[in-house]
């Protein structure tokens, strides 16, 4: 951890018997750093950063100064940074894939003549098992220990794979599953906010070990990893192929960004939950634009934010489009640490640590240099909600009704058709547009937060003791984020009216949100098939796109858990529920919502009483261990991976196949054919799905041919450790629209398909693709703006990639979905304002040429699009390289960033 330490900012701080070594920022704003101590807080840890890491070439004394430059240019000037994070988290749906490129490059570092031990973690990495529970049972005291057991018998593959790379690198953990979602256990129990490293260092001609301080820094392979940014740990989500860079040593390319000040203001109404904030935050700033920015939140309304309240709004940074939603060290943070079970030592260390560096935010503390400022008035906020597809529509709770109706006139094109009421196959209830088939309280967003699931179980409770019942329709699910979620509703007796309505508990673990809801049962989904129905979903969540929480939902919609227990009570999205009651008692008298609803007072004392430090302690003290299920997986021994050329769910992956020692010169894009036209806000979901494989496609006729059938598909999420199966899935997603095949009036059909040219034929996408590499053709993909946002996901670039797409050409890209493509040899472009691929006048038959790929190549760079339409006729259109920073030049002459990597261990 040696720095050249230009700015002479190397310290010590002694805190109760201990001393720690660390960078102050107080002393390099002495030393030349002018007026740092005005920067928002979340760039205090980046300059702590290249302070800390200077060495003279990923980091320099200049890089240090312009980036302290900051408040002169706000972030509108290219600052190109190197930024080292002291950890790296993950879960499994993205860290099996993650895992398997390591020890594919273990193979091929050894075939290219080096050492396998070279390829381990150099940042600490723990991955965290908790994307693969599926709710197949649910409704019942059995439910848990059914899912459970399912879980293993279908993952137990990955899940030895995974035990065998914790035992062959070093630096790597694995927390089993069954302990909660990533993101809830980094906030409770693996964040420190402040970071310690012992190193063995000579000073003075003695080898003597000092122990350094440092702000806890992290990235992670899922969009949520902002979470913990709650707790004033600065981290964001990246795809696998970054975050494998990260863990061998590779710094984060990044520019200076722009910081956005969320000034809080007052406090929040009685009854408006932590939901109901973030909805509102999500739809101002996805309205104002803060893709590519951090956020940074201030104002004296962070006084009246628990940090369950604060994680909670920092957790939906990706749905508002930022890099991160920062809250700084306060007493909260502090009183956070203790409450968890963090050791006293600790919370003395961030304490003292955070006041030395100017990193402590008070009411009197001044506030911040910003480059821009968003205002909230919390006293504005009000019960919400947010859908039916995205998760800034957010909508108040006394417009739902009119709203749904209007999108299903609109939208849904079903006009007048709420009124009509369809059979069910034995049962004795009817179903309709708009009834809540699924009712959800998961993920990590909610789940991290005692205050709205004591909430739920309060008003579980209420309205048990009022008679009112779940619609029979509905299928409840409780999925806490962590085991202390468990034992605090449990203490406090509010476990039994939530199992009482249905919502007993299914898995530890992320669930609808991410598309594990399970099937819905056989009589609802051939209903709502047979009469093509708008069910509806209510979850907790952060993700409502189209096609991922379930096939035959609709309609999702995002609420805080004790409003999904109010709609799984109603069994319909088509209610105002604060004039319209939920149903009647056992005297027939209707009850409202607001005859159940828990006051804050009530919620508060419930909390205080209940949620202990000791359940924490109870909770991780064993984290690292797992059940039974994972102590009795037998794993393969070795530093390499003996591959198995039969397994359908780890395979050695083919990106280092004819690998050479020096890289070769990039070849321009000749005659490409375009592979699919697609508009705006095309996700990461219509590009890989996670959720099930269907038997008709390609990926489920490919897992037939290896003797799987269809009922042991499991997802495409548990098989992402296979490149058959996911470059399969690349755009299979069932409600992806491909321009190419619209009708006459401009309307295209869903569905992962294409048009294969000259010929016309219609072919799946990736049926397509490899008639294309038969025939040697390049491919570009064209879209519109917004392409990739969604969740964190380095299969949506790997699968693009593999099918042989050489560009994707759109008018704006996410951030980590643009990173990603370059991380895998793709190059992401865009259009000048005002072009589109619509005002090209682009059908799919064209073929498009792009030169100047090779040597001469530098970030940003303006490049040309040379088209020939299918009539002979010619076109140009300039387009910006979105290749953004030098290193990510080389990574894209390598051929991706990991190739680049083991060509640099290999020199």
């Known amino acids: 951890m040696a720095s050249l330490d230009s700015f002479k900012a190397r310290k010590k701080l002694a805190v109760g018997t201990k001393t720690y070594d660390y960078y102050s920022l107080a002393v390099a704003e002495k030393n030349g750093l002018k007026d740092v101590a005005r920067l928002p807080y979340s760039l205090k840890s980046l300059l702590e950063n290249l302070l800390r890491n200077e060495d003279g070439r990923a980091v320099t004394k200049e890089t240090i100064q312009a980036f302290a430059g900051w408040l002169t240019h706000k972030g509108k000037t290219e600052v190109e940074i190197a930024f080292r994070p002291a950890r790296v988290l993950m879960q499994d749906f993205t860290g099996v894939p993650a895992v398997v490129d390591l020890a594919a490059m273990r193979d091929a570092f050894v075939a290219l003549g080096g050492d396998p031990q070279k390829i381990n ?22 439910a848990l220990k059914a899912n459970v057991a399912l879980e293993y018998e279908r993952n137990g593959e990955r899940y030895r794979f995974l035990k065998w790379g914790q035992e062959a690198f070093d630096n790597f953990r694995v927390v089993p599953p069954g302990a909660g979602i990533c993101h809830q256990v980094n906030l409770e129990y693996l964040a420190q906010t402040v970071w310690t490293k012992k190193e063995r260092v000579k000073h003075k001609g003695k080898t003597e070990t000092i122990e350094w301080a440092y702000p806890d820094t992290l990235v992670g392979t899922d969009s949520h990893t902002t979470m913990v940014n709650g707790l004033a740990v600065l981290g964001w989500g990246v795809g696998g192929i970054e975050a494998e860079a990260a863990m061998l040593g590779q710094p984060q390319t990044m520019l200076a960004p722009e910081v956005v000040g969320f000034k809080l203001e007052n406090e929040p109404r009685e009854g408006v939950t932590a939901t109901d904030i973030v909805l509102t935050v999500t739809q101002i700033l996805r309205k104002k634009g803060v893709v590519g920015k951090f956020v940074e939140f201030f104002g004296d309304g962070l006084a009246h934010l628990s940090l369950a309240d604060r994680a909670t709004i920092a957790n939906m940074a990706p749905e508002y489009g930022a890099t991160c939603g920062f809250f700084p060290v306060d007493e909260v943070t502090l009183a956070y640490l203790k409450a968890s079970g963090r050791s006293a030592a600790r919370v003395a260390l961030v304490e003292a640590y955070a006041k030395a560096q100017g990193m402590f935010r008070t009411a009197q503390a001044p506030e911040p240099e910003f480059t821009d400022v968003v205002t909230l008035d919390l006293s504005s906020v009000v019960p919400s909600l947010a859908g039916p597809k995205r998760p800034e529509g957010r909508v108040a709770l006394e417009d739902m009704k009119s709203t749904f109706l209007s999108a299903l006139e609109g939208e849904y094109r079903k006009p007048g058709g709420v009124e009509a009421r369809h059979a069910v196959e034995d049962e004795a209830f009817t179903l309709g547009h708009g009834d809540v088939v699924i009712a959800a309280i998961t993920s990590c967003t909610n789940t991290s937060n005692p205050g709205v699931l004591v909430g739920a179980g309060l008003l579980a409770r209420n309205a048990v003791a009022r008679g009112l019942k779940v619609k029979p329709w509905v299928k409840t699910s409780l999925a806490p984020g962590s085991q202390v979620v468990a034992a605090y509703l449990e203490k406090a007796g509010l476990q039994k009216p939530l199992d009482k309505l249905g919502f007993n508990l299914v898995g530890f673990g992320c669930t609808t949100c991410i598309g594990n809801s399970g099937p819905l049962p056989a009589p609802v989904s051939k209903t709502i098939q047979a009469h093509d129905l708008v069910a509806a979903s209510v979850l907790s969540g952060n993700r409502n796109f189209e096609g991922r929480v379930n096939a035959d939902v609709q309609a999702n919609y995002l609420a805080s858990p004790p409003l999904v227990v109010a709609f799984a009570l109603a069994g319909t999205v088509a209610i105002d529920l604060s004039s319209e009651p939920l149903g009647s008692d056992k005297k027939g008298k209707p009850v409202y919502l607001r005859d159940i609803w828990p006051s804050n007072a009530e919620i508060e004392e419930v909390i205080a009483k209940n949620v202990t430090r000791g359940m924490f302690r109870d909770a991780y003290g064993e984290v690292f261990d797992g059940d039974s299920h994972w102590k009795k997986l037998k794993t393969p021994k070795g530093e390499t991976y003996g591959w198995d050329a039969q397994s359908t769910y780890v395979r050695n992956p083919p990106y280092f196949t004819g690998l050479t020692k020096e890289p070769k010169s990039v070849s321009d894009i000749l005659e490409a054919r375009i592979l699919a036209l697609f508009g705006d806000k095309i996700t990461t979901d219509h590009i ?38 996911m470059m399969r899935g690349a755009f299979a997603n069932i409600r992806i629209k491909n321009f190419m095949l619209s009708d006459a009036a401009g309307n295209a059909p869903e569905g992962g398909n ?12 990736y049926d397509a693709a490899m008639k294309y590499k038969a025939e040697g053709a390049p491919l570009v993909i064209f879209a519109g703006a917004e392409y990739g946002n969604g969740s964190s996901r380095d299969w949506a670039a790997k699968g693009t990639a593999l099918l042989g797409v050489r560009a994707v050409i759109a008018q704006s890209f996410e951030r980590i979905h643009r990173s990603n493509l370059v991380g895998m040899g793709v190059l992401p472009l865009t259009f000048e304002p005002g072009t589109t691929w619509q005002s090209l006048g682009l059908s799919g038959a064209e073929q498009v040429t792009i030169e100047g790929l090779g040597a001469s190549l530098t970030p940003r760079q303006i490049l040309v699009a040379k088209i020939v339409y299918a009539d002979g006729k010619r076109r140009e259109a300039p387009l910006l390289a979105r290749i953004d920073t030098l290193d990510e030049l080389e990574y894209f002459r390598n051929g991706g960033i990991l190739p680049y990597v083991l060509r640099s261990l290999l020199s």
């Open 121 to 142: 973690p150099l940042a600490p990495v723990d991955l965290v098992i908790d994307h693969s529970v599926i709710v197949d049972q649910f409704g019942t005291a059995r």
């Open 688 to 725: 890989s799905p996670a959720g099930s494989i269907k038997a008709a496609s390609p990926a489920g006729k490919w897992l037939q041919s290896q003797g799987v059938e269809p009922k042991d598909f499991n997802q495409y999420g548990t098989r992402r450790g296979n490149h058959e199966v």
């Open 754 to 765: 294409t048009k294969h040219f000259p010929d016309g034929e219609t072919l799946s996408i």
